[in-house]
């Protein structure tokens, strides 16, 4: 395998990594890294804006009712199918989209705990609306959701 000046440049061991790193942003790969990534956050980002145009106008219980159907659809059928073909479970798309809403729209919760679970791990919590948004970190990530009255009504 050939390779140029440069890319033995951009991985050489003589220089430290703060170095390297500079190199690879001015480098034609690594502008083109960058503007995918921008790409993709504007995609999830304008699917997030779209999705609180939508779930910012219903009401409380049409809230609850489609996280209810969103519940029902991540069962553990789901998860025996996700584990049958060698992959982690995880929610449909449309779980990640309002996270992520929940994630920009959001304000940040500070509040007491909202369970056991919460307090003996840490968790990052956003209130959105009348909802409670809970990302759990550790060695991999629980997603929940919590209705005005602090209850979870959604986990995967």
């Known amino acids: 395998m050939k390779t140029d000046n440069k890319d033995q440049a951009?991985?050489?061991?003589?220089?430290?990594?703060?170095?390297?790193?500079?190199?690879?942003?001015e480098s034609e790969e690594g502008k083109k890294l960058i503007r995918q990534s921008a790409e993709r956050i504007m995609r999830k980002d304008s699917r997030a804006i779209k999705a609180d145009g939508i779930f910012s106008q219903l009401d409380y219980e049409k809230?609850?009712?489609?996280?209810?159907?969103?519940?029902?659809?991540?069962?553990?059928?789901?998860?025996?199918?996700?584990?049958?073909?060698?992959f982690q479970p995880y929610p449909w798309e449309?779980?990640?989209?309002?996270?992520?809403?929940?994630?920009?729209f959001g304000t940040h919760y500070e509040g007491e705990p909202l369970d056991s679970f919460d307090a003996h791990f840490g968790a990052y919590t956003k209130q959105y609306g009348d909802l409670y948004f809970n990302w759990i970190y550790g060695q991999g990530t629980v997603i929940r959701i919590f209705d005005r009255d602090k209850?979870?009504?959604?986990?995967?």
């Open 151 to 156: 209850r979870e009504i959604f986990r995967s």
């Open 94 to 104: 449309i779980v990640y989209v309002l996270f992520r809403a929940a994630e920009i």
């Open 10 to 25: 951009i991985h050489s061991p003589k220089k430290s990594l703060a170095q390297r790193l500079e190199e690879l942003l």
């Open 63 to 86: 809230k609850l009712d489609l996280i209810g159907r969103l519940e029902k659809k991540h069962d553990q059928r789901w998860e025996d199918l996700c584990q049958e073909k060698g």
